[in-house]
């Protein structure tokens, strides 16, 4: 009897006393024969577009500008129409984001929002618990086998009705990020291929059964050749599975500024697979810190919360999206409402719900089809304001807002904000650090501060603005000057502060000195890190 042949991929790091529960109905053969081979096939290409990023960013740091492509003029001026969009995604008006834990699994599919981003990226932690639980996660979802009790509270949690749950959008880690758990030829996989094929091979025939099908947010691009491997992944991905052509579908998140200029080219790569565009905000800020970080004053950026949509050049990459996706036939998506509701202050709610409230207004005013929420108790208030707007329509895709006429300028005119740093942004900025990186180190990629749903995408414009604040020797509201030292000295007293907040015991429990000196490591040194979670993650625990 000949031994059974090697698998593919080797598992590695993982003790064999730690491994989540019912890893093999995730990792079996057939899996990861076809992680392999996505692998294989598309990781070196990968490898390639990621070279590109960082040739694209020294273009930036020479000319300190970016514009529309002319070599992609005939796509923007081209008379096409992405695929027709499925009876499950018509209606997007309100979508709700979290990870795919168990309970947030049940709460998210029965929370009335017609969308459930299942976040295996900004919101998730990549722990290796995280990862294969995730998955198992979203099949016991649609296998109606998930159940959940808080020890905590001894809540128990069920699933309501099928035609009462949410569609379900997952969203793969971005191209940057590796898994290390998962070795192919000598080398990790990358994390993206490893959440999308383990996802798309348990559950497309599955989903398609259902009535619905694979549907994906694809995070961080920055090109339109960026989407180009994405539509190849799927066509791949449909014809080892033996999955009908144009099965998939994939919003797209704009949240680079390099995609902002090439939302047309990214719609027309991926048009037998498009669904649609997101504005994500808080990305999108980080991304305008990272590229124009070393360009001079008047790409500085104020507090985070000062930089509202109604920022000039946040109002033309909004309404440059919704005019693109409908002119496209696509649904155009709005960005997030991170409000977290109090249970204790409802003076605080109150202020609160009126903001998102006037958000969600303006996003159905613009003619968005949909919009974000980070939290149940808000999707009745986004609900509303959508339904004011569309009725019983599921979209109003045909606005096509032929009034809108961005350029190029448009889309990076920070210096047209009338606010400047603060002694206050700049002590939110290392609190929202060090509480976030703590919360991620523990395996948490969602994390409640301050009442705001902070994910990674909020960290990393926290870490950035301090970066450059420093490089570009910002003089605060308080006469203060931006150094490395001030930076320290706030970082020492927030770090005190956690401290005398929540007690010894709970504090030596955590990781709050490892998470201080990580913020301080990406927001100091000499040479910017691309993202934060490259460090990070190499101080991941499991």
């Not at 192919?184 to 094929?197: K, S, T």
């Not at 050049?313 to 649904?331: D, Q």
Request: one cysteine or more; charged letters at 25%.
């Amino acid at each position: 009897m000949s031994a059974p042949a090697p698998s593919p991929l080797e598992i590695v790091g993982v003790d064999p006393g730690q491994r989540p529960a019912r890893q093999d109905e995730v990792l079996t053969g057939a899996a990861l024969e076809f992680v392999a081979a996505l692998h294989r096939k598309f990781a070196a290409r990968r490898d390639e577009l990621l070279a590109r990023r960082a040739e694209k960013r020294a273009e930036i740091a020479r000319t300190s500008t970016l514009d529309f492509l002319p070599e992609t003029a005939h796509v923007r001026e081209g008379d096409w129409q992405v695929a027709d969009c499925p009876p499950a995604l018509l209606d997007r008006r309100v979508e709700i984001t979290g990870p795919t834990d168990r309970k947030m699994t049940i709460n998210a599919l029965n929370s009335g929002a017609r969308v459930w981003l299942a976040d295996f990226e900004d919101a998730s932690a990549p722990t290796w618990e995280n990862v294969i639980g995730g998955q198992l996660n979203l099949t016991d979802a649609y296998e109606r086998r998930i159940d959940f009790t808080d020890d905590r509270t001894g809540k128990s949690y069920a699933l309501r009705p099928a035609e009462e749950l949410a569609t379900v959008v997952v969203r793969p880690r971005g191209w940057h990020l590796d898994e290390r758990h998962l070795v192919c030829d000598g080398r990790p996989v990358p994390g993206a291929l490893v959440d999308f094929g383990l996802y798309f091979f348990h559950n497309a025939q599955r989903l398609l059964d259902l009535g619905k099908g694979p549907y994906f947010y694809l995070p961080k691009t920055e090109s339109h050749l960026e989407a180009r491997l994405w539509n190849e992944v799927f066509v791949f991905a449909q014809d080892y599975c033996g999955i009908p052509q144009g099965t998939i579908r994939a919003t797209v998140l704009i949240e680079t500024i390099t995609a902002a200029y090439e939302m047309e080219e990214i719609l027309y790569e991926l048009r037998d697979h498009a669904a649609g565009l997101n504005a994500g905000r808080w990305d999108y800020l980080f991304s305008i810190v990272k590229n124009f970080r070393d360009a001079g004053s008047r790409f500085v950026l104020p507090d985070r919360n000062a930089v509202t949509m109604t920022a000039p050049f946040m109002r033309a990459y909004t309404e440059l999206l919704v005019r693109t996706c409908h002119k496209r036939g696509a649904h155009a998506i709005g960005g997030m409402a991170a409000f977290i509701p109090s249970r204790k202050d409802p003076k605080v709610n109150e202020v609160a719900f009126e903001k998102v409230r006037a958000d969600k207004d303006r996003e159905a005013g613009d003619g968005f089809d949909g919009s974000w929420v980070a939290h149940p108790d808000l999707v009745p208030v986004a609900k509303a304001s959508f339904d004011a707007v569309l009725g019983e329509r599921p979209h109003q895709k045909d606005r096509l807002r032929e009034d809108v006429d961005v350029k190029a300028a448009d889309l990076i005119a920070v210096d047209s904000l009338e606010a400047r740093p603060t002694s206050e942004g700049l002590r939110n900025a290392v609190q929202v650090g060090i509480r976030y990186i703590e919360a991620w180190l523990r395996g948490l990629g969602a994390v409640a501060i301050f009442n705001l749903m902070e994910d990674a995408a909020t960290a990393e414009i926290s870490r950035s603005q301090i970066w450059q604040w420093i490089n570009a020797e910002v003089v605060l509201d308080t006469g203060q000057k931006v150094t490395a030292e001030l930076a320290r000295q706030v970082a020492a007293e927030e770090l005190a502060a956690v401290r005398a907040e929540i007690g010894e015991d709970a504090f030596a429990a955590g990781r709050w000195q490892e998470a201080h000196d990580l913020l301080l490591r990406v927001a100091l040194d000499e040479q910017y890190e691309d993202f934060l979670t490259t460090p990070a993650y190499q101080m991941l625990r499991g």
